[in-house]
């Protein structure tokens, strides 16, 4: 059985969702796994697997945008405690000795499996925009090609990436590999309905979109992500809760949220047609905006105002019909290509050399 150092993204909650079930499928099976992230990511992980807490990166947003300013004085402000934190990870990898890396988009686990000369795996959704052929949104050719650096940079010469996806394209390489989704078993174990309500939500306050919805006084809004616990009209705010959002999710009529691809992905195996507003200056929101109109399962918001709305409220019922035709997998594939690679392919990993 493999050691494994196993470096998670603390940005939002996506990357430690997804790496909740991969190293609880590890463990299960016999290997020995160390968690490494910071922020969002160690708090979610922290009570139930072996966990270093280091810093990492992260993005400030306000009304929906990347502020740059604020993200790199927040970024800045962190780097006294990040060579602390990056000694601490040193010595993990000195002390724990490991036969591998897998990496979630956190860039110092998998700087340091290259340092250390060894097998680096990466495991996110990120890499098809490194490694798969897509079409670009519109007007965004440079902002793709920028993205690509960085996840390079990010994550350099891994081995093998197994990449996420609810779209497909043409691999770059015959090291990486598409899979669907990585889904939660609570999501996985939904039976979905349609109730009258729509899901809402925002990771940051969205102000503007607060204010198209209370123009719909005819629908029900159930809006997460503003901790909040009462009602305003047809605004319905929810603190969240990991048993009644998926519950809300499964019986909701449509979503409206950001861009992100864990969420999307939720709602899209749960026949939800997708209002996606992409984060402004983030290229992989755009991205995953832009496929999901192009698949016909919901729209891209490009402009928070009545008419976005409006149009995507007309649109859905030929939203779920396309969504009838949404190929709804589990994570199987994904967990046998891992323990292929791990059980049956772990000489040549090992021998594996830069």
Partial sequence: MAKIIYGVSGEGSGHSSRARLIAGHLIAKGHSVKIVSYDRGYRNLKDDFDCLDIVGLSIVSIDNEVSKLKTISANLAKIPKGRSALSKLRLLFRDFSPDCVITDFEPCTAYLANHYDLPLISLDNQHRMRYMEYERPRDLHKEAALT?????????????????????????????????????????????????????????????????????PRETFFVYGYDRDDTVGNIVYKPFSPVDFPKDLS???????????????????????????????????????????????????????????????????????????????????????????????????????R
């Fill in 148 to 216: 690509e650096i960085i996840i390079k940079a990010m994550v350099p010469k891994p081995w093998v990436s197994l990449i996420t996806s609810f779209h497909s394209g043409e691999l770059k390489n015959n090291r990486s590999f598409i899979f669907p989704p990585i889904l939660r078993q609570s999501i996985l174990a939904l039976s979905p309905e349609t109730k009258d309500h729509i899901l809402v939500y925002v990771t940051t306050a969205f102000e503007s979109l607060i204010s198209v919805l209370q123009n719909f």
């Fill in 251 to 353: 019986s909701a009529k449509a979503v409206v949220a950001t861009a992100g691809f864990t969420l999307m992905s939720e709602a899209l195996y749960l026949g939800k047609p997708y209002l996606a507003f992409p984060m402004q200056g983030q290229f992989e929101q755009h991205l995953n905006a832009h496929m999901l109109e192009l698949l016909g399962y919901g729209a891209e918001g490009r402009v928070a105002d009545e008419a976005t709305l409006a149009a995507f409220l007309y649109k859905l019922p030929d939203y779920v019909q396309r969504l009838e035709k949404y190929p709804r997998q589990g994570n199987q594939k994904i967990q046998q290509k891992l323990d292929h690679l791990l059980e049956n392919e772990m000489a040549e990993l090992l021998k594996y050399r």
